[in-house]
């Protein structure tokens, strides 16, 4: 046990040596560090609690969701029905409807009525691990054929939408060049969003509430205005109201229900300037398939005007008077430069899949922040030289590789957040504290055992050799007991809780190595240089 060969010794060494220089970034200022080159650029970031910044919590808006669901299921009827073998091997359909919970069409050759179920049928087939339908397909009047989504297909669809809403927030935050956000999902319809550091929780709020469902829809030059006035649109168009400020005092337009080309079909969106009126604007690409659709669609509606939809708000309707080729387009509105920079990124990062509402919103002051901080550092403080004062008058020159131990487990803890760019709570420098104390009692136990084996008169080498071979025993059994609680508070727990985790286990792992490794090379290389008659503890 108190054989330390020389290879250790250099390894245990250059280890507590890494630790102290991965610690040093964490203090420097801003400047400084920026200037560091990108391999050690690493530090411990703090949390919102204690640099301040905004905290919201957004909420699905189930409704919108499920109406997005039923548009999809429009275009796959749609798609399903051409078939895939040209003009020969489709099924004539009629009366394509969507109502608040359904999608339903008639068939209007009704031989081909099983065969155009049973083409619903492979596209609603659901996840085939589970064998469950995300869809009913059923029979009405003979001839219609009705699309209902069951619950358990509601239920995925949710699931999908918040997982991908949770990753696109994250993309959009992480854009305005913040570091650390803190983005999970709680409960089954929300997410929770954290921005250390922010300022301006308005613009957060305005970035992840703009949906940025991004749609190029040709408009109805058939529909009565009369009746658009009056709320009623023709079968297979609906009335979609103008943005603020848009329109040339028009209030609405009466577009086709059908999608000529969306925001999925995006590969970039730039803020820039109209040339000819040096107004801020949109610059977007498409993918070639983008590009294509959008050129074969230009072609054919030559003359016709098209608009382009955000959100389900008509930000302009112009007419199409060539075709358009280039693969790009550029959108234009009553933007200002800011606006118009959210919105390139809200594009960029992709279209929301369901309408998000802010629920909840607090704003960390980074002066409370710096309290917490100040109050947190006195406490650590109070804590560790209480610690060293009483090893030291305990245990004499045991009690000092333990409070050397101490030390370098400190930079230890901080060098490893570091390496992992973690996030610094204020439960965590509660984690901190709580493991400032435990870190010794390793040490505790170890020194207790030696005297033991003192007292039973056993020679100075032979007391410290067992006392640090029995006592490792206990110290990895409680600590093992302790890593498996904080495992269980990270896995279960959120944001607070976890930071709290987080720190406690890396504490707990550092403080085993520091308290029984690092004290055992100590306490060997010093029984080998001096052979001392006696110990005293």
């Known amino acids: 046990m108190l054989d330390f060969p020389r290879w250790k010794t250099i390894g245990i060494s250059i280890i507590l040596l890494l630790g102290i220089l991965f610690t040093i970034p964490s203090f420097l200022p801003d400047r400084v560090f920026n200037q560091l080159p990108s391999f050690a650029q690493m530090k411990v970031n703090l949390g919102l609690d204690l640099a301040g910044g905004s905290h919201l919590l957004l909420e699905a808006d189930l409704a919108d969701l499920q109406k997005t669901q039923l548009g999809n299921m ?309 804590a560790t030289v209480s610690v060293l004062v009483l090893m030291l008058v305990v245990y004499g020159r045991f009690g000092v590789y333990a409070n050397i131990a101490l030390i370098f487990n400190v930079f230890l803890i901080i060098a490893t957040m570091a390496a992992f760019n973690a996030t610094l709570t204020l439960p965590g420098i509660a984690g901190f504290v709580l493991t400032i104390g435990a870190a010794v009692d390793a040490n505790v136990l170890i020194n207790e055992r030696i005297r033991e084996e003192l007292k039973r008169g056993r020679r100075p080498f032979q007391a410290v050799e067992l006392g640090y071979t029995e006592a490792s025993r206990a110290i990895f059994d409680a600590n093992v007991t302790n890593v498996i609680a904080a495992a269980l508070m990270f896995w279960f727990g959120s944001g607070p809780i976890k930071g709290f985790a987080v720190v406690l286990t890396i504490g707990i792992v550092t403080s085993v190595f520091t308290a029984v490794t690092v004290t055992r090379m100590f306490a060997a290389h010093w029984l080998r240089a001096k052979r001392p008659a006696a110990i005293h503890l």
């Open 74 to 382: 429009e275009k796959t009827v749609r798609t399903a029905m051409r078939g895939d073998h040209g003009a020969d091997d489709d099924i004539a359909i009629g009366d394509l409807r969507r109502t608040a919970t359904q999608v339903s069409f008639l068939v209007r050759d009704q031989a081909q009525l099983d065969e155009a179920r049973e083409r619903m049928f492979r596209e609603t087939q659901g996840a085939a691990m589970t064998g469950q339908r995300d869809w009913n397909v059923g029979i009405v009047d003979t001839t219609r054929i009705v699309m209902t989504p069951t619950r358990a297909g509601q239920q995925q669809a949710v699931s999908r939408a918040m997982d991908t809403a949770r990753d696109i927030i994250d993309r959009r935050v992480n854009a305005l060049g913040t570091r650390e956000p803190t983005i999970i999902r709680e409960g089954d319809d929300r997410i929770v969003v954290q921005v250390p550091g922010l300022n301006d929780p308005q613009q957060l709020k305005d970035l992840i509430g703009k949906t940025a469902k991004l749609e190029f829809r040709m408009v109805d030059a058939n529909a009565d205005p009369a009746a658009a006035a009056a709320g009623q649109a023709p079968v297979g168009s609906e009335i979609v109201p103008y943005a603020a400020g848009e329109g040339n005092g028009a209030a609405f337009e009466v577009l086709r229900r059908e999608v000529m080309i969306n925001g999925e079909q995006l590969i970039d969106a730039q803020q820039s300037f109209d040339p000819q009126t040096s107004m801020p604007v949109v610059t977007i690409r498409f993918d070639s398939g983008g590009s294509a659709t959008f050129a074969r669609v230009t072609a054919q509606n030559v003359g016709k005007r098209f608009a382009m939809v955000l959100d389900g708000q008509v930000l302009s309707a112009p007419s199409i008077n060539e075709p358009i080729l280039g693969g790009s387009a550029q959108i234009s509105g009553s933007f200002s430069v800011a606006s118009a920079n959210a919105l390139a990124i809200s594009l960029r990062s992709g279209a929301l899949p369901v309408k998000m509402t802010v629920v909840e919103e607090r704003t960390v002051s980074p002066e409370l922040g710096a309290d917490s901080i100040e109050k947190g550092v006195i406490a650590g403080i109070i």
